[in-house]
């Protein structure tokens, strides 16, 4: 009879222990300062940030961003006062910054060595930043998620990364935010607020069919919902529904959480071990090096097909 007591006392507490471990989600924000799809007034850049900082801080999202320097430049190599001061706004909302390479280049397509130059060449401002704002530079985000396409490729940069104190900051929750950014920006300059406000809605249940996607995946592979990596773009879209992103995670139970935080989770140590030219979720890699194919994918969101298609309109 104790016996039976002693263990449903233990069934009872690890059930409360099951439903203690809370749902966490870390938002990234890449291609900072701004993505702005060919609008370079300061006004239209400066709107972007402060939406998009005051809705983070709003939800108490300690977001990281992730900075393409040479946005800051101008063509003589100038600093652009607005663009470093709407980096720096990122700081004074307690935000963290990472490096995202100075122009954006594509490690499928560049050497090593020009890669590289622009890993240094794009931590010159964000550093100092950083440091006046007691902070460090510790996380490199790869633009395209393009790691290597060889194992030696991905371990060169890796060990390159180490040498210069980063760490890869990974995404779990991957998504084409970038296309309904593009779609939903081009039909506001049309004055079309009637199919600005459908891509909105659209982009909102898409990215929470995203969340339940990869949700799936993460209890597939490893019988738990580990703490998940958002990324999303520094866009007008994103500014714009800042609020109601952060809604889908706390109505599915989310918690917010930082970079470092999240990678004190012992699924980030999970092996990496086939490569290839993909820019994918780190979940994807994951089940890609178990050997998983085919169904194991299947019931991807897709983006509807009218994004698209405005996301290529000239
Ligand atoms: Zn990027």
Redesign the pocket.
């Known amino acids: 009879m104790k016996l039976v007591k002693t263990s449903l006392l233990l069934l009872i507490l690890s059930n409360t222990l099951l439903y203690a471990q809370q749902k966490q989600v870390c938002f990234s924000i ?2 900072l300062p701004v993505v702005n799809y060919g609008i370079n007034t300061p006004e239209f850049h400066i709107q972007i940030t402060e939406k998009l900082l005051s809705g983070l801080k709003k939800n108490e999202i300690q977001a990281i961003g ?1 900075v ?1 320097e040479g946005k800051i430049y101008d063509a003589k190599g100038k600093v652009i006062f607005f663009q470093k001061e709407n980096l720096e706004k990122w700081l004074k909302y307690r935000m963290d910054l990472g490096n ?1 390479t100075l122009r ?1 280049k594509d490690f499928n397509n560049v050497d090593f060595s020009d890669y590289t130059v622009e890993i240094l060449k794009g931590e010159k401002i964000t550093k100092a930043l950083l440091s006046k704002y007691n902070q460090e530079m510790k996380y490199f ?1 790869h ?2 998620l393009h790691v290597g396409a060889t194992q030696q490729r991905a371990d060169s940069l890796e060990n390159f990364l180490k040498n210069h104190k980063y760490i890869t900051a990974p995404v779990t929750i991957d998504n084409e935010d970038y296309l309904f950014a593009n779609a939903y920006q081009k039909v506001l300059i049309r004055k079309d607020s009637v199919l600005a406000h459908k891509i909105g809605k659209d982009y909102i249940s898409y990215m929470e069919q995203k969340i339940f996607y990869y949700e799936k995946m993460s209890q597939a592979l490893f019988g738990r919902q580990i703490p998940q990596i958002l990324l999303i ?1 520094a866009s007008l879209l994103n500014a714009d529904y800042i609020q109601a992103l952060a809604e889908i995670y706390t109505k599915n139970e989310y918690k917010f959480t930082t970079m470092e935080q999240t990678m004190t989770d012992q699924a980030y140590e999970t092996p990496i071990t086939k490569f290839g030219r993909y820019g994918i979720s780190w979940l994807d890699r994951w089940a890609i090096s178990q050997g998983k194919t085919g169904d194991f994918f299947k019931g991807d969101p897709e983006t509807p097909q009218y994004v698209v298609d405005l996301s290529n309109q000239k």
């Open positions: 890449d291609d992730f393409n995202h954006h985000r633009p395209f773009h």
